[in-house]
């Protein structure tokens, strides 16, 4: 079967969505087939209970650029996080605040054992590192791992074991910090830059704002994309469907096997467990780090602190992160991450009700270095192929974002040609 559209988009995740609205804004015909049944990819809320359990833990930074150009962040509601973080380390939290922004817990938190006093003062040197230049220019930098970057800054490794690794860790998924220092820079850019925040309907509501600016129909659900073909695709259906142009928005290990590619980069796995408690557990709006180095998680907050929408009224949610997937079931996953909340938070923990487990086997590609600069345009594959997403090794909701655009723009090019 013949589609009426000059392009398809395989995948409806940030990146193919982001593809399609730059393709509608020029007035050229595409669908997107997207497999699941639902828009966004890595970034959806499943609304269980009256509570709002976003697929793992993950958080809008509002610097982004391209999101702030994209996003209508007054109708997403955004609840912003407190700038800074509470550490768990030897029995006791300790707040580790942003002093830009909250100088007096800034100047508290100068004497607390998460590093040393110099430690803090080095922070101000990254801040102004990674603050420098253009994002064209960061990403240009000489390129290290993270841990090799922080420790060339000079962070003593009570600092990096803290507060690093605990918080880098969990952003990229990397608790040994292996990921590319201009990764890190430009996550620490963004953090320093703007809140971290979470949408009131959570953060499903970002792909569904930006689908909703598509015309009726334009995703295609339940439409898994078997193989491309020199004219369009099969569908694994075995429906074919014909266009002058493919766009591959999958994540990079489906976009590798749909484009025959052997050299599968690797991926980094997070785990994900709600609880619902009727205690307030966490009053503030803040990221709890695990700086102690033992136990399963991570890290974890309380999203209804930031965003009441989160839970019925009268009840918190509780998310728990975990980096990677471990091999126990997940009840045996439960008892484990109890015992720990147990020590953290006392007894009580007993009456938390268990509401769910994620894991996201592929959450993030390896973005170990070299990574390429995403703020160039991605290639034409072969004509009329073209490709999105995670193509370049980096990943994130900006570039997501900014690859879909770009290679929207690609394909207007090759188009009009
Ligand atoms: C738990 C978690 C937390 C995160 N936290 C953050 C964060 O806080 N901040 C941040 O910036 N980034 C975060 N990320 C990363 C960010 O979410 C991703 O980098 C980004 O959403 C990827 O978008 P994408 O469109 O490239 O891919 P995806 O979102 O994976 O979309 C790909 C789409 O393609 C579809 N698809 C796959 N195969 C086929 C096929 N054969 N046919 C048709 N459709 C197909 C999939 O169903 C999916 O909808 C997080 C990721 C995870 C998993």
Redesign the pocket.
Known sequence: MSSNADVLI???????LCCALRLHQSGISFQV????DG?????RTDEVEGFLLD???????TA?PEARRVLDYDALNLRPFYPGALIRYKGRFYRFADPWRHPIDGIKGLFSPIGSFSDKLRVRKLRQQVLTGSLQDLYNRPEFTTLQALRNIGFSENMIDRFFKPFIGG?FFDPNLGVSSRMFEFGFRMFSMGDTALPSKGMGAIPDQIASKLPGGAVRKE????SIQEDGVILKSGEKIKARSVVV???GP?AAR?LGDKEKSGSRS?T?LYFETNELTLSEPLLVLNGEGKGPINSLCCPSSMAPSYAPKGKSLVSVTIIGNPNQSDQQLETAVRVQLTEWFGPGVSRWRYLRTYR?LH??PLQVPPVSNPTSRPAQLRPGLFM???YNNV??????MV??RQTAEAVIDWLRK
Do not use: D, K
């Not at 087939?33 to 699941?36: D, T």
């Open positions: 395989i995948g409806g995740g940030l990146a193919g087939l997207e497999a699941s828009v966004g990819g890595r970034v697929r793992g833990f993950q958080v809008l930074l982004y952003v439409a898994r994309v078997e928005a999958t994540e489906e749909l997070v994900c996201i959450a993030l999105c997403g995670e990943a994130s909701i900006q570039w997501a690859s879909g």
